[in-house]
């Protein structure tokens, strides 16, 4: 059974940083490509970063460049998502996917498996 588990969201002020965490069984990273999704209220899924660990590959929506990094630990099969300088725009619920796809992106109706979300919620 293949299972993502999401884990690290919370409430943090504006500026502040959060490490997301998502905790993969039943598939390899090595195999997968993984992407961080994110839904606010009254908002369509959309995609924030993607990895793939066997390419060695990132990417990010423009928004968080430079403020988010996407990063893998294959030995532990879980895939992190550090955000710095968040915004209250960056609130929303953060999900994890996994795609097997040959290239890694960010469209969410590519991706097969997904976790049960983790609220970060950034106030002004």
């Known amino acids: 059974e293949v299972q993502l588990v999401e884990s690290g969201g919370g409430l943090v002020q504006a500026g502040g940083s959060l490490k997301l965490s998502c905790s993969v069984s039943?598939?390899?990273?090595?195999?997968?490509?993984i992407a961080w999704f994110r839904q606010a209220p009254g908002k369509e899924r959309e995609g924030v970063s993607c990895i793939s660990s066997s390419l060695g590959v990132t990417n990010y929506k423009d928004s968080v460049k430079g403020r988010f990094t996407i990063s893998s630990d294959n030995t532990k099969n879980t895939v992190f998502l550090q955000m710095n300088s968040l915004k209250p725009e960056d609130t929303a619920v953060y999900y994890c996917?996994?795609?097997?796809?040959?290239?890694?992106?960010?469209?969410?109706?590519?991706?097969?498996?997904w976790g049960q979300g983790t609220q970060v919620t950034v106030s002004s």
């Open positions: 039943g598939i390899s990273l090595n195999d997968y490509n």
């Open positions: 996917a996994a795609d097997e796809g040959r290239i890694a992106t960010m469209i969410p109706a590519l991706y097969e498996y």
